[in-house]
């Protein structure tokens, strides 16, 4: 999965500040069928410094390889 577009920077709902959000750290993840063929929507949960959780929501292209030669 590859993203499509820019994410936009995100701030906390509770208390403002940045949410510093790097692949890896999320507490949670869902998965949800894009609207275009091929999309994927990838929701994160991150844990705010402030003690909140978050949701980062983004667009991801999906695409097969192959992997060797058979």
Do not use: K
């Not at 890896?24 to 929701?43: C, D, M, N, S, W």
């Not at 994160?44 to 980062?56: K, L, R, S």
Request: glycine letters at 8%; a negative charge; charged letters at 15%.
């Amino acid at each position: 999965m590859r993203p499509i577009g820019a994410c936009a920077p995100v701030v906390c709902w509770h208390c403002g500040q940045p949410v510093d959000f790097q692949s890896g750290q999320q507490t949670a993840r869902y998965l949800y069928r894009g609207e275009q063929p091929f999309t994927v929507v990838i929701e994160d949960w991150v844990h705010c410094a402030c003690g909140a959780y978050q949701n980062i929501r983004r667009l991801n292209e999906i695409t097969v390889e192959a992997l060797g030669n058979t």
